[in-house]
């Protein structure tokens, strides 16, 4: 065999060693026919924090295993990625110890491909397998009004993981010939919110939150793949195999922020019962408050609130320069200085986050933060309010 032979026989068996044999959910309905107990995770952004398809497909599991012990976890924040999703999987999903994870990340990571959100997706895959409870793990993609959204990094790493896809766009496309499609009222006709020539609108009350029609066919797609489920031979507990791009997310945590060295104005707040911060904040409260975070790993962010008066922050890593910028990876890597506005702009407050940096060099690392002057029109403020620091990578 001559060596463009061989490199043609290499280059199929990777093909096809990459792509998993599709696993089932086997496991999952055992335990629910044996009416043991079973929690049902449901892990993204807004469209999953909606009484949506989320309400729906756990009311069809209790309906339809009425004495199993059924257990919900709501682990969705709107306008998040995979990327914030990576960082808190231990704290918001694992802790909770589910059996089976939905996760619904594709329409923030948004488009193109990239190797960033293929990272960061792989990084939630190998953290829930190497879990105590290793659950079952199904990625959903939705979709916008037109109709349109690539399917961009997460079925690399679905085929790659061998994880079962449900795809909610196709189903929208063929309830367009409907002959009971609803009308728009005159209301929904002069709201400017609303775009009626896109294809879609019917099934949405904005560009991609699903109205209560919409929610039931994402729920009827995801119940008809589920009783394709109920009698399917279990798959062993996984095993994940090398990762697809990196295994940086893997090690993804919360960092408290009490471990901030702090200088000036600062508030150090105790934590809310029932409020996503567990661990207590800070709060800067003018121009010039500053801190210095060490950390040990690859990756950092800053999971922190968008408020009405929010202010700007500078932060600079070791000694603030730039590795020469890969475009083809996506994400901030190599990035080691830049600016975060905290101001609401044009949305809500809300608790969200900024991903500072990935792809370091493995090792110790500081942090150093500073509050600006200057802020956003939108903003009645400086304050920064931080709940955690998000470090990654060994």
């Known amino acids: ?14 093909a096809i060693t990459a792509t998993a044999e599709t696993r089932t959910l086997g496991r999952v309905f055992q335990k629910l026919k044996a009416d043991d107990e079973v929690a049902i995770a449901y892990f993204g952004g807004s469209i999953t924090a909606a009484p949506g398809y989320r309400v729906k497909t ?22 998040t990625g995979s990327d914030l999703g990576a960082f808190r999987c231990g704290h918001d999903v694992i802790e909770q110890k589910p059996d089976l994870v939905f996760i619904e990340f594709n329409i923030n990571d948004g488009s193109p491909t990239n190797e960033f959100r293929k990272a960061t997706m792989e990084g939630i895959v190998r953290q829930l397998w190497s879990s105590g409870t290793q659950p079952e793990l199904v990625f959903l993609y939705t979709t916008s009004r037109d109709l349109n959204c690539a399917r961009g990094s997460h079925p690399a790493v679905a085929k790659h993981y061998g994880i079962p896809e449900i795809d909610l766009q196709p ?3 063929a309830a367009l010939n409907r002959p009971d499609l609803p009308k728009p009222t005159e209301e929904q006709l002069k709201n400017p919110k609303l775009n009626w020539k896109a294809k879609g609108q019917v099934f949405m009350r904005d560009t991609v939150h699903p109205n209560d029609f919409g929610h039931t066919i994402y729920t009827d797609t ?8 109920i009698n399917t031979k279990p798959s062993p507990p996984p095993t994940p195999p090398k990762p697809l791009v990196s295994d940086e997310f893997a090690s993804a945590r919360l960092v408290p922020p009490s ?13 809310v019962p029932k409020r996503r911060y567990k661990d207590g904040t800070i709060n800067a409260r003018k121009p010039g408050d ?3 975070f060490e950390f ?4 950092l962010g800053i999971f922190e609130n968008v408020q009405k008066d929010g202010g700007k922050h500078e932060w600079i890593v070791d000694d603030g320069k730039d590795a020469p910028a890969d475009t083809t990876y996506g994400g901030p890597k190599g990035r ?44 009645t403020g400086n304050r920064l309010l931080i709940g955690y620091f998000m470090v990654a990578g060994h």
């Open 1 to 14: 065999m001559n060596v463009a032979m061989r490199t043609l026989v290499l280059l199929l068996l990777t």
């Open 58 to 79: 756990f009311k069809w599991f209790r309906d339809t295993f009425p004495n199993a012990k059924l257990r919900e976890i709501n682990a969705a924040i709107g306008g």
């Open 171 to 173: 189903p929208l496309i």
């Open 222 to 229: 995801i119940v008809a793949y589920l009783k394709t489920q």
């Open 259 to 271: 471990a901030a060295k702090l200088s000036g104005d600062w508030e150090v707040l105790p934590a």
């Open 290 to 292: 500053s801190l210095v």
């Open 296 to 299: 040990e790993g690859t990756a």
């Open 336 to 379: 080691k200085h830049g600016v975060v506005d905290t101001a609401p702009g044009r949305y809500f407050p809300r608790e969200h986050y900024a991903m500072l940096t990935c792809g370091l060099i493995p090792g110790k690392h500081t942090l150093k933060l500073k509050v600006l002057e200057e802020r956003d029109k939108t903003s």
